[in-house]
Antibody, heavy 124, light 108 residues
């Protein structure tokens, strides 16, 4: 069973950037889709975007596309999300999630594995 | 783009059946997946491809999808089922994920 372990909580100032990492154990991100989701306090799940590295595909939420970057290391065991230009509205729990194993052209449309979440607090 | 609509809350007594709808335009043409999120925890997939259960998920959890409504069904509800539930579809080949707004299940 693949387990995703995320980096620890962050407190950031307005206007700064945050990087959240996601490490896969018991498996890799190879041949998978990696999705980032955030959840503001008391709110629902918000899709931020994701990447399918082996198919060279990346997508972003329209609201965040100018401020967010996704990356995966060569070993395909570490994924990274960077969010820039932080405001108080970015205070949330950030999750990484992984699809099942993809085929040659597409990936399973569900998120089988989730990280434990990373709390990001943005203060002025 | 897909918009998935869920009721904010559903209440059910222990031992009864809970049904949580997820409405979307012609949703039956898409595969719908469901996630359970207990307070303070990360989401966990409980149903995929409309009605399949991952290993470890009780048989009490089932799903259906017809017309404009997908439904998560929880039979013989237990106190541990109290959680937020989210439906999800995939919008495009670039893996754009769409979530419903979530439904809080309260076990009376």
């Amino acid at each position: 069973q693949v387990r995703l372990v995320q980096s620890g909580p962050e407190v950031k100032e307005t206007g700064s950037s945050v990087k959240v990492s996601c490490k896969a154990s018991g498996g890799t991100f190879r041949n998978c889709a990696i999705v980032w989701v955030r959840q503001a306090p008391g709110q629902g799940l918000e899709w931020m975007g994701g990447t399918i590295p082996h198919l060279d595909r990346t997508s972003f939420s329209a609201d965040l596309q100018d401020r967010v970057t996704f990356s995966t290391d060569r070993s395909a065991t570490n994924a990274l999300m960077e969010l820039r230009g932080l405001t108080s509205g970015d205070s949330a729990i950030y999750y990484c999630a992984r699809s099942g194993v993809c085929g040659s052209e597409s990936c399973p449309p569900y998120l089988r594995n989730w990280g434990q979440g990373t709390l990001v607090i943005v203060s002025s | 783009s897909d918009v998935l609509t869920q009721p904010p809350s559903v209440s059910v007594a222990p031992g009864e059946t809970a049904t949580i709808p997820c409405e979307g335009d012609n949703i039956e043409a898409k595969s719908v997946h469901w996630y359970q999120q207990r307070p303070g925890q990360a989401p966990v997939m409980v149903i995929y491809y409309d009605r399949d259960r991952p290993s470890g998920i009780p048989e009490r959890f089932s799903g259906s999808n017809s017309g404009n409504t997908a439904t998560l069904i929880i039979s013989r509800v237990e106190a541990e089922d109290e959680a937020d539930y989210y439906c999800q579809v995939l919008h495009s080949y670039n893996y754009r994920v769409v979530f419903g707004g979530g439904t809080k299940l309260t076990v009376l």
